[in-house]
């Protein structure tokens, strides 16, 4: 049950010969399986008949337009996951007087993480944003003095969204009197 058979445009979809429905992902005769690998760049579509073995096609992911028309996208979707994961150093360091988080603390499993389930994920395999130097992932670097490096690691480069965290405002200084 596929984005095709929901388009009312193409309201076709294959029927298993055995049972007349509509063709499922299952195991048994008439139904087929499609596998795509853990980075996105390959499926397998196995079509499971009855006679005979399996039918199996293999494909990947074209480099010609469409895949530049992805890697654009998925960076996008980096770009913004970038600022997220910057405002997240921003709101650590307001919430702990001017500290900024360790290399550590700054990952989904971490003390950062910990306190956003909604941690920024890679578009390729859907898995939480880490650190790393591939494309999907980041590069973070606290500084003493406030400042901060945080890199997102792009198809097309990288993204620097790093600077100076804010620090929380001193308390008004009491004179004393009322």
């Known amino acids: 049950d596929g984005a095709v058979r929901l388009q009312p445009e193409r309201r076709y979809w294959p029927s298993n010969p055995w049972d007349h429905r509509d063709m499922t992902q299952r195991g048994d005769r008439g139904s087929f399986s499609y596998t795509v690998s853990p980075d996105r760049s390959s499926y397998t579509l196995r079509l499971h008949r009855a006679l005979k073995d399996d039918y199996v096609l293999h494909g990947s992911r074209g480099a010609g337009v469409w895949r530049h028309l992805l890697d654009t996208l998925e960076d996008e979707i980096l770009r913004r996951s970038g600022r997220i994961l910057s405002g997240y150093v921003d709101r650590w360091s307001l919430e702990h007087s001017g500290t ?13 993480g910990a306190t956003h ?62």
Not at 100 to 112: D, K, R, S, Y
Not at 119 to 147: I, L
């Open 100 to 112: 900024l988080p360790t290399i550590v603390e700054m990952t989904p499993e971490g003390a950062v």
């Open 117 to 178: 389930v909604d941690w920024p994920s890679y578009p390729v395999d859907d898995g939480p944003m880490r650190p790393g130097t591939e494309p999907g992932s980041y590069t973070y670097s606290p500084g003493a003095d406030g400042s901060y490096a945080l890199r997102i690691h792009l198809h097309a480069g990288d993204f620097d969204v790093g600077g100076d965290a804010p620090r929380p405002a001193a308390p008004p200084h009491s004179t004393g009197a009322p």
